[in-house]
């Protein structure tokens, strides 16, 4: 089936520093990535669409400068936290459409700022 | 607007009994509606989803859910709840614009 693969699962960065979030389509090709983030016990709030070829339409309060996201080839999204702080620490999650009606989810990344 | 709901933020119940996890949608057109289930510092895990045709959908883990277009609600049930099925679940709502609005989630514990 349909997967979608997100590096890293985890990760802890300094204060002030960018971080990368990679999700790949591994066995499909995904024209559409939603990126979500989670805070603690609440739901996923959607962030961003990236498509590939054409920039990113982000959410409304959503900041696109310090979150950047782009869509590189028809299997690779990427979300760059870019001067993170502890505040940004969340966990962050990618999805894309497959074919047919269902979604796909990453992993997940867990991402604390210190 | 489109949205979801799902009015109970935490659920408890024994293992072996009758479990529910309550949702009901607020949708234009004929919705696609889904279950997922987020186990501590995982990504979602899909449960099953309706589209059109049976009400009664059958999905992964021995859950079901049950789409009730006159009360617009889409409730998750298994009939014997196992402690291992304690997690988040979130209901998700899936309009003809292709964006998916997720529900506020419900925890479930189960006790043994």
């Known amino acids: 089936g349909a997967v979608v693969s997100q590096h890293p699962s985890w990760v802890i960065c300094k204060s002030g520093t960018s971080v990368k979030i990679e999700c790949r389509s591994l066995?499909?090709?995904?024209?559409?990535m939603f990126w979500y983030r989670q805070f603690p016990k609440q739901s996923l709030m959607l962030m961003a669409t990236?498509?590939?070829?054409?920039?990113?339409?982000?959410e409304q309060g959503v900041e696109k400068d310090k979150f950047l996201i782009n869509h590189a080839s028809l299997t690779l999204s990427t979300l760059t936290v870019t001067s993170a702080h502890p505040e940004d620490s969340s966990f962050y999650i990618c999805s894309a459409p497959p074919t047919g009606a269902g979604y796909t989810f990453g992993s997940g990344t867990r991402l604390t700022v210190v | 607007a489109q949205s979801v709901a799902q009015p109970e933020d935490q659920v408890n119940v024994a293992e072996g009994n009758p479990l529910t996890v309550k949702c009901t949608y607020s949708?234009?057109?004929?919705?696609?509606l889904f279950w997922y289930v987020q186990y501590p510092n995982r990504g979602l895990q899909f449960l099953l989803k309706?589209?059109?045709?049976?009400?009664l959908v059958k999905g992964s883990y021995g859950f079901e859910a049950e789409f009730n277009k006159s009360q617009t609600s889409f409730h998750l049930k298994k009939p014997s709840a196992l402690v291992s099925d304690s997690a988040l679940y979130f209901c998700?709502?899936?309009?003809?614009?292709?964006?998916?609005?997720f529900g506020a989630g419900t925890r479930l514990t189960v006790k043994p």
């Open positions: 990236s498509n590939e070829g054409s920039k990113a339409t982000y």
């Open positions: 066995d499909f090709q995904a024209t559409t």
């Open positions: 949708v234009s057109g004929n919705p696609y």
């Open positions: 309706y589209i059109t045709g049976d009400n």
């Open positions: 998700a709502v899936r309009p003809d614009n292709n964006d998916m609005r």
